[in-house]
């Protein structure tokens, strides 16, 4: 039962397992909380995959699982998942059910709409649940008046323009999560430039190693689960406080190593960039020029 994972193709599939009614849209539609209960889709250790979009609000939350991790949810906040992420069902299932919604949608819904394409835009989709969106009372209400349109559309109205209009109201949400989660980056200043602290000394440790000919250049994946961090967050953290994505800010860091090796030490240009785990010199130089306007040479030159 452990290793369980039960998938859930549809809207009508996701009803089903937590034995709700049909749904009134078959491809978009929004359930209470509290009308769903883990007991229904199986016991602790069960996993569920959806190909589906889902976006939660919700509040008075126990501990769920969410992949291999678990985020206590005892603040109201938003959470995002794409298709083919597994959500848990949690541990203390005598704990009261959580309040709130989510919302499924069938990736279908987009297709031929303004959304098709830039839904993939959206890295929230890919954040892990630890790095969900905490809500001011305002803005919970601004999120729950726009899912209660979307609501009464579907139910209401299903015609020719019902699905414009229930994509321009998910636009109107998804805007409003791209300000929010902005707004958190400032707003959690303090623990964000931690991350921020603990990357510059986590890439100094890397770059200062012994061992970068057999490890190679960090990639950003790795730099992530060192931080705890998913790849997303961190780009939109780092693009945020420093206006650089990952990649280049690795870049920097690994610019500052060359730098001081070209400026310190009488090693060859192939050999620094071998001791940075560079296959080819190469590609060391066509990065030092992208990033110095000067060739590796040029420099040393200049600083002698």
């Not at 069902?89 to 990736?107: C, E, S, T, Y």
């Not at 420093?242 to 060859?268: F, V």
């Amino acid at each position: 039962m452990e290793n369980k994972i039960i998938h859930i193709k549809t809207i009508a599939d996701g009803h089903k397992a937590q034995q709700l009614p049909p749904p009134a849209h078959p491809l978009i539609s929004i359930v209470n909380c509290q009308d769903m209960h883990p007991r229904k889709v199986g016991l602790p250790g069960v996993r569920v995959m959806l190909d589906l979009y889902t976006i939660s609000l919700k509040t008075d939350c126990d501990k769920i699982p969410y992949g291999q991790q678990k985020y206590d949810f005892d603040e109201g906040m938003m959470a995002f998942m794409g298709p083919n992420q597994l959500l848990g069902v949690r541990d203390n299932l005598d704990a009261p059910q959580p309040k709130g919604w989510m919302m499924f949608i069938h990736p279908d819904f987009f297709w031929n709409t303004s959304l098709a394409k830039k839904i993939k835009e959206y890295e929230f989709f890919q954040y892990s649940v630890n790095e969900a969106l905490f809500l001011s009372e305002k803005e919970q209400a601004i999120i729950n008046g726009i899912a209660d349109n979307i609501r009464s559309e579907y139910y209401s109205n299903i015609d020719k323009f019902s699905k414009q209009i229930i994509v321009s109201h998910l636009e109107n949400l998804l805007s409003y999560a791209e300000r929010f989660y902005n707004r958190q980056f400032i707003t959690r200043e303090k623990s964000n430039h931690q991350i921020l602290d603990r990357l510059s000394v986590l890439l100094n440790d890397y770059f200062n190693g012994d061992d970068l000919v057999t490890r190679g250049l960090p990639s950003v994946q790795h730099i992530s689960e060192q931080l705890n961090v998913s790849t997303n967050y961190l780009r939109g953290l780092l693009k945020m406080l420093t206006g650089q994505n990952t990649q280049h800010y690795i870049h920097e860091k690994l610019i500052d190593k060359a730098k001081e090796k070209l400026s310190t030490t009488s090693l060859s240009v192939s050999e620094i960039a071998y001791e940075l785990g560079f296959e080819h010199s190469q590609s060391f130089s066509k990065l030092f020029k992208t990033k110095t306007n000067q060739t590796p040479l040029e420099f040393r030159a200049s600083f002698n």
